[in-house]
């Protein structure tokens, strides 16, 4: 029985350290994306880290209401508008955080991107 128990303890740690290293490879997803994208900005580190947080909780949501991903490779062009639509609601919840329509398309080109070459699933699903 204490075996089970240090299983779960194993599990539930390893999950925490998925979800931190999900957050930290979406917070340099994002700071790559805001660095190339005109008309993006992201004012300090906190605020960073905050977008991060939101749009994996955003992601999440998505993903949990709707069964879709935020994603602009592989899901074709609803992940990609997804994607873009994600990054540019973030605003209207972080401060600090400011992105136009046009740059939450070009952004989502350059997320997929960035997102598409660093290992591994940075989704929270």
């Known amino acids: 029985m204490s075996e089970a128990r240090g299983n ?20 340099i997803v994002l700071a790559v994306t805001a660095f190339f994208t005109p008309g ?6 906190a605020t960073l880290i905050i977008a991060a ?3 994996s909780i955003i992601d999440y949501l ?14 074709g062009f609803v992940g990609f ?3 873009a639509i994600t990054l540019y609601v973030t605003q ?11 740059a939450a398309i070009i952004g989502a080109l350059i997320y997929g991107v960035v997102d598409y070459f660093l290992p591994g699933n940075q989704s929270m699903s």
């Open 8 to 27: 779960n303890a194993k599990t539930g740690t390893s999950t925490v350290w998925q979800i931190v290293g999900r957050l930290i490879t979406a917070a």
């Open 40 to 45: 993006f900005s992201i004012n300090n580190f």
């Open 53 to 55: 947080v939101v749009l």
């Open 62 to 75: 998505i993903v949990k209401f709707t069964g879709l991903h935020a994603s602009p490779f592989g899901k």
């Open 81 to 83: 508008a997804l994607a």
């Open 92 to 102: 209207f919840f972080v401060a600090g955080y400011s992105i136009s329509w046009m």
